[in-house]
């Protein structure tokens, strides 16, 4: 079984900077690509941004220049650093990582809110 827990979300004046983490855990054999969406009610969960075994990061054109994905291959952790935090920020954000156990597979963890007051 495989688990994805995310932390370091909460709530935080826009301007300000907030990095979570999300840690893959189980009977893994390989984390393949990793990455972070975001979801606000009513609406479709959306990319923020990527990251492969390699460190090679894509981003959401939305966030680019505010935001840093980064990864520890050995902790089987992504990381999410946002800065200039906007209040257009806010949402559930949801860390997703392709992982091979038997087989690759697609998992999601259970979201963490980011909440950004004007």
């Known amino acids: 079984q495989v688990r994805l827990v995310e932390s370091g979300g909460g709530l935080v004046q826009a301007g300000r900077s907030l990095r979570l983490s999300c840690a893959a855990s189980g009977s893994i054999k390989r984390v393949n690509d990793m990455g972070w969406y975001r979801q606000t009610p009513g609406k479709q969960r959306d990319l923020v941004a990527t990251?492969?075994?390699?460190?090679?990061?894509t981003y959401a054109d939305s966030v680019k220049g505010r935001v840093t994905i980064s990864r520890d291959n050995a902790k089987n952790t992504v990381y999410l650093e946002m800065n200039a935090l906007k209040p257009e920020d806010t949402a559930v954000y949801y860390c997703?990582?392709?992982?091979?156990?038997?087989?690759?597979?697609?998992?999601w963890g259970q979201g963490t809110q980011v909440t950004v007051s004007a």
């Open positions: 997703n990582a392709r992982i091979v156990t038997g087989f690759e597979g697609d998992y």
């Open positions: 990251i492969t075994t390699a460190s090679y990061a």
